[in-house]
């Protein structure tokens, strides 16, 4: 973010393509002056299936809301060591780094491979 105070507010978007299909991984479009967040604060609403009344007396349903912190995963590996990030990724479910970083090498040869033998 730059040095001044920003007063820009990431927009989490899906894209939808020319087909109709929406895109399961949204993205945020970051101006050229910003920086992505490091941190996101998303609130989760769920109908409790309970009503009260609205401003005319109308049924509306309650909603209870419960905040949702997710960090920046190349920021905590920037600032962790390797075996604080691994234990992050575990909690997460994910494999240990270097796991995941040998089974990505893996697919990308296999890609290589496949396209080689077109």
């Given at each position: 973010?730059?040095?001044?105070?920003?007063?820009?507010?990431?927009?989490?978007?899906?894209?939808?393509?020319?087909?109709?299909?929406?895109?399961?991984?949204?993205?945020?479009?970051?101006?050229?002056?910003?920086?992505?967040?490091?941190?996101f604060?998303i609130?989760?609403?769920r109908?409790t299936?309970?009503?009260?009344?609205?401003?005319?007396?109308?049924?509306?349903?309650?909603?209870?809301?419960?905040?949702?912190?997710?960090?920046?995963?190349?920021?905590?590996?920037?600032?962790?060591?390797?075996?604080e990030?691994?234990?992050?990724?575990?909690?997460?479910?994910l494999?240990?780094?270097?796991?995941?970083?040998?089974?990505?090498?893996?697919?990308?040869?296999?890609?290589?491979?496949k396209?080689?033998?077109c």
């Amino acid at each position: 973010m730059s040095q001044s105070l920003s007063h820009w507010i990431p927009e989490i978007v899906y894209e939808d393509s020319p087909d109709g299909l929406t895109s399961h991984i949204p993205f945020v479009q970051v101006p050229a002056d910003e920086e992505m967040p490091k941190i996101f604060f998303i609130f989760e609403s769920r109908e409790t299936g309970e009503s009260e009344p609205g401003l005319e007396g109308e049924e509306v349903p309650v909603v209870e809301l419960d905040l949702h912190q997710y960090a920046d995963m190349q920021s905590l590996k920037k600032g962790l060591t390797l075996e604080e990030y691994d234990k992050v990724r575990s909690v997460l479910d994910l494999e240990p780094l270097a796991t995941a970083v040998k089974k990505g090498e893996k697919i990308t040869q296999n890609i290589r491979e496949k396209i080689e033998n077109c």
